[in-house]
């Protein structure tokens, strides 16, 4: 199969949307199916060029080759985690508002806003509650910084970038930088591989790290568990009121919170998207900066928000480093063993999930093609934690058994 249908086939399909925009007969739709997006081909405009399946990083995506070709300025490093770095910080926003109320320290928002008022891009793509429906999400480009801070905190939901391609291609300007999770910015790095007006449009990528997705149902479920209306909804936040923070959710005549370690932790294995559990990028490694939290001493004290950020290139560094300088955020170097040690998931996803990937090719299934780092072994525990995975996920996916949450829950270690 020449097209995207190969990836939906194969349930390799990550829903970032970035076919949608590759496609130049308008053939693909993004639509929402089990609990996330997925592309969907009109037959009758497709032309089997095969530029959506050469963009989808859900099927084929080769970190080290595009790592190399990447990141070579003088000076880059490599760690098996991380993949290429220039240099890794601890920081934060200097403005405590921004920082109190964006998913860890503010960050990614402080130095988007630095870089939107100080001329040097002219725009972001971010992703901001919809004002109608502060459950669902919607992805646009932000152009000023009150867009911006609309768009801070992190989105626990399915959160798709299409028609941001066409957006971005038809946009004045040049300098555009796009914010995403792994998956999202390695479909960038493809589509801008394949099309070199795109390349021309945007100078950077900023990647989230990433544990993992959730579904739609998540959202649904948490509100439920906690009798919140839906429909009743003002404000949602999975982020909110500091480090790490917690559920925020307000209405008319209710205001909800609940820390992230109570709401979120144990129910982080039942709503995840079954594609994740193939995913071996934890670090967003094609990003040109990522952002993420740290957990480790002596930050865990921390009560107003922490990020760790890794560089993957000169200009970006140059960068952050200038806006430090200015006083508009904080930043302190730190070595990658201290990073990666704040960050389980990022050897749950290169060990474990690439077992699950040879798990899965010894059942005969189609896997993502990760090219040289495509190697590990099987054992009996990956057989039982992919079983106990996609246990947990059908009942996450079907409503009649979420009954059963509650017992899979107190199972569930709280970390
Ligand atoms: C699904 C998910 C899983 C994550 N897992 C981890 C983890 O395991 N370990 C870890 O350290 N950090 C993880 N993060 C990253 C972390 O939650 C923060 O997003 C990151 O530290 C940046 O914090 P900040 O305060 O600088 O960001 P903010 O200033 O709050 O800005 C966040 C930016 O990210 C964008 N954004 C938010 N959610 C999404 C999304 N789903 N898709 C695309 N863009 C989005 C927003 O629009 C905004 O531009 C995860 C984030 C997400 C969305």
Redesign the pocket.
């Known amino acids: 199969m020449m097209n995207i249908g190969y990836t939906i086939n194969n349930n390799l399909c990550t829903g970032c949307g970035i076919c949608e925009g590759v496609c130049n007969k308008h053939a693909i739709s993004i639509v929402t199916c089990s609990g996330t997006f997925r592309p969907q081909i009109d037959s009758t405009k497709c032309n089997d060029c095969g530029l959506c399946l050469r963009a989808c990083a859900g099927a084929e995506m080769n970190l080290k080759e595009y790592s190399d070709s990447l990141f070579c300025d003088a000076g880059i490093k490599y760690d098996q985690y991380i993949g290429k770095y220039h240099q890794c910080y601890t920081g934060?926003?200097n403005d405590n508002d921004?920082?109190y109320?964006?998913?860890?320290?503010?960050?990614?928002?402080?130095?988007?806003i630095w870089l939107l008022e100080n001329d040097k891009i002219d725009g972001?793509?971010?992703?901001?509650f919809k004002k109608d429906a502060p459950y669902m999400?919607n992805?646009f480009v932000?152009k000023s910084k009150e867009e911006?801070i609309e768009?801070?905190?992190?989105?626990?939901?399915?959160?798709t970038?299409a028609k941001m391609l066409r957006l971005i291609k038809e946009a004045p300007g040049s300098r555009y930088v796009v914010?995403?999770?792994p998956c999202?910015i390695q479909s960038w790095r493809k589509a801008m591989k394949i099309d070199k007006d795109l390349c021309t449009k945007i100078i950077g990528l900023?990647g989230?790290?990433?544990?993992?997705?959730?579904t739609f149902n998540f959202t649904e479920y948490i509100l439920k568990e906690r009798n919140i209306d839906m429909k009743k909804l003002s404000y949602l936040s999975?982020?909110d009121n500091g480090c790490l923070g917690g559920l925020v959710a307000k209405g008319e005549d209710f205001s909800f919170y609940q820390d992230y370690q109570l709401y979120c932790h144990p129910l982080r294995s039942i709503f995840v998207p079954r594609r994740c559990l193939l995913c071996v990028d934890?670090y967003s490694e094609l990003a040109d900066v990522s952002?993420?939290?740290?957990?480790i001493e002596p930050y865990l004290d921390d009560k107003v928000?922490v990020?760790?950020?890794i560089v993957r290139n000169k200009y970006w560094k140059d960068l952050l480093e200038e806006v430090m300088k200015k006083g508009v955020i904080t930043l302190d170097e730190i070595n990658v063993e201290i990073l990666n040690a704040?960050?389980?998931?990022?050897k749950m996803k290169k060990d474990r999930n690439m077992r699950f990937v040879a798990l899965n090719k010894a059942l005969g299934y189609n896997i993502p093609q990760y090219g040289e780092i495509d190697k590990k072994g099987v054992d009996l525990k990956t057989i039982v934690q992919y079983v106990h995975n996609r246990i947990q996920q059908f009942i996450g996916s079907k409503r009649i058994f979420w009954f059963l949450i509650p017992l899979l829950k107190k199972k569930t270690k709280v970390v």
């Not at 320290?105 to 988007?112: A, E, H």
């Not at 972001?124 to 901001?128: E, F, G, L, N």
């Open positions: 934060y926003s921004l920082r109320h964006a998913a860890s320290g503010g960050l990614t928002t402080q130095f988007l972001a793509v971010v992703t901001r999400v992805t932000a911006l768009s801070r905190s992190s989105k626990y939901a399915p959160v970038h914010v995403g999770v999202q900023f989230l790290y990433c544990s993992s997705s959730r999975y982020r934890h952002f993420g939290d740290i957990h928000g990020n760790s950020v704040s960050q389980k998931s990022a």
